[in-house]
């Protein structure tokens, strides 16, 4: 079934954003069928590192109906396929994306970078993870064919900040946060997975991706 990481380059965590209604989709995202298993499981197995945060909200009991053991893993870490997860469930998913994210940051660790990745955004293959992890930046974001895609690393220190924004606060989401960022903070990575870009959000967007 299904901690820090470190090579010679430290790891970042993952953070999957999966507490939405997924409401065009009309099914929670992370349960569409991939490759005889779950879509969240494929984004798990895709990471080249060893910690994973879910962040569950509005679907969380059919998440737990599906995969029962992610029940457990917000008790304490789960081994799945040589990764440690953990499952956090927002008590506010009214309030959004950012608030599902708060919600993880809360328990990521004061020296842990991370790779946040919306459940809808297919994660880039590994060697373009890697290419993300090597740059050094407060905030480092994928491009491709000048479009900005996810997943987006951060610096602990960033990740704190993120903390103390009031979810009341008009300017709570990810996007509006990284605009405060000077331009030498913040590094865009050209990259040549263009899965990075796009945007699962329907069942027309779903069929496309799996059909490619």
Known sequence: MAGIFFMKKSHPILIILAGGKSSRMGAP????????SFWILSQ???FIGTEVIIGLGHDTQLYFNAIPWL????KTAISYKKKQIRVVINPNPKFGLFSTL???L???GLNQQAFILPIDVPLFNKQEQRKLNIEENVIVIPKYQDKKGHPIKITPEFCQLLLNISL???????????KKNT???????DVSDGVCI???????DWQAFISD
């Open 29 to 36: 995202k992370g349960l569409l069928k991939h490759n005889n």
């Open 44 to 46: 798990i197995e895709t």
């Open 71 to 74: 029940k457990d893993a917000t």
């Open 102 to 104: 708060q919600s993880i």
């Open 106 to 108: 809360k328990h990521v």
């Open 168 to 178: 009341s606060d008009p300017n709570a989401r990810l996007d509006f946060q990284i």
């Open 183 to 189: 331009p030498s903070e913040i590094s865009f990575i």
């Open 198 to 204: 796009q945007n699962l959000n329907t069942p027309n």
